[in-house]
Each structure stands twice: as C-alpha cells, then as structure tokens.
C-alpha cells in the first residue's frame, strides 16, 4: 500500500492532478492586444489557428502580414497557444511566450501601429486535447484566455464585467464595416460560435454572403 501511495505521488507530482486547478501567479506579459471594437472600419480580413510561436523563424510571416497582407482585423480560431492541462500558470506562461515571441512583437498584432484582433479558443489552449465541457477549470481558463487578448471590462466575457450576469464561454460577435455604414453590402459579421467549449465555428457574413471557417492548420511558418 505504501508503495503504491508513494508511486501515486510520484505521478501526481510529474504530471499533475487534472481535477486541481493550479492557479495562474506568473507577471503577465506587458505587450498588449487591441481587441477590435464594433464599428470599426474593416477592408480586408486575415485569420488563422493553431499557433506555435517556438517554431517562428525569423520575422518573414509577420512581416508578410502587416506589410503585404495589410489586414484591417486579425482572427484567431483557436489553439493560439499549446499548453493542456490545468495548470493556468503555465498557460499564463504560453499565452506570454505568443505575445513576446521576437517576429510577434516587431511585426505582429501587438506592434505598432496594432492590427486589432478578435479570438476563440480549441481545445488545447482552452483545456487539453479534445477536452470539453468536463474541463474543470473552465472560467479560470476564460480569465487567462481574456487576458491574453486584452478583452475590455465592458465585454461579458471579463471577469469585471459589470453590466449584468458575466457570460460563461468565449463566444462572441462583431459587426464591422467597409466604408459607408449606411449600406449593409458594406458590412461584415463575424460570429463565433462554441457548443460546450467543444465545437468551434467562425462564420464571416456579408449581406447575402456566408463564409464558415472550422478547423486547425491554416497557415504554415509556425502557424499550421
């Protein structure tokens, strides 16, 4: 019995009690997103998934992004870190080790001039691979995942939130325009959608124009 309390230990200790929630204590990461606001002015659109900012080489991607891409709102599908478990400081952690990884920070969303983004989670930023609603930490998730992307207070998806009942999951909308706001043609709605944090769906709507977006390994250079 002794043994096999001190070989449970042992695995406890390595690998972690996944029915704990180990709080996130790490310093947050001082780069900052600029979470994009309704009504914002939005010509062209660039999204992607699945991020692994170890694997950047260079500053080519990004710099391809902001300088020949020139996207008006960046989109994250999901997976914009890998880091399962539930151990939050050490998502904290990855989700510092995106915002500060060397390309992100010259080229990236967080530099300057920002390239507002929106964002949704998968499964291995939000809990572990293809963990959902049993995830146990799943507001404690949404905290560091809302960090991350410098979500206002005023959104329901804050911790702060004090505009009413604070909204449980990442799902969200915005809607955005080209040019003249008075005719719908020159609109775009981004809606993302989750179903018990288990299926993720990005939809960009024009006036008669859907455009369903699902799924990891949209991009190469790190992102794939």
């Known amino acids: 019995m002794l043994k096999l309390f001190l070989f449970l230990s042992i695995l406890n200790e390595v690998f972690g009690d996944e029915s704990t929630c ?4 790490s310093p947050i990461s001082q780069r900052t997103h600029f979470y994009a606001p309704d009504d914002l002015n939005v010509g062209t659109i660039a999204f992607t998934s699945c991020y692994v900012p170890e694997s950047m080489k260079g500053t080519t991607f990004w710099n391809d992004v902001r300088n020949e891409g020139k996207p008006d709102l960046w989109l994250w599908l999901g997976d914009n870190m890998y880091k399962d478990g539930t151990d939050l400081d050490a998502k904290r952690e990855k989700y510092n080790s995106a915002r500060d990884e060397a390309s992100y920070v010259s080229h990236g969303p967080v530099a300057v001039p920002k390239i507002p983004v929106m964002a949704t989670w998968d499964d291995h930023d939000y809990a572990s691979n293809n963990l959902g609603n049993d995830y146990p930490c799943k507001q404690e998730s949404q905290d560091e995942f809302v960090t991350h992307f410098n979500i206002p207070e005023s959104d329901p998806r804050h911790i702060n939130y004090s505009g009413g009942e604070r909204q449980k999951g990442v799902y969200s909308s915005n809607l955005f325009y080209k040019d ?14 989750t179903q018990d944090q288990e299926e993720i769906q990005l939809i960009l709507r024009t006036e008669n124009v859907r455009v369903p977006i699902q799924g990891c390994s949209l991009m190469n250079s790190g992102i794939g």
């Not at 180990?22 to 204590?25: G, H, I, L, R, V």
């Not at 003249?180 to 959608?193: A, C, F, G, W």
């Open 180 to 193: 003249d706001r008075n005719d719908p043609m020159e609109s775009v709605h981004v809606i993302y959608l």
């Open 22 to 25: 180990k709080p996130a204590t």
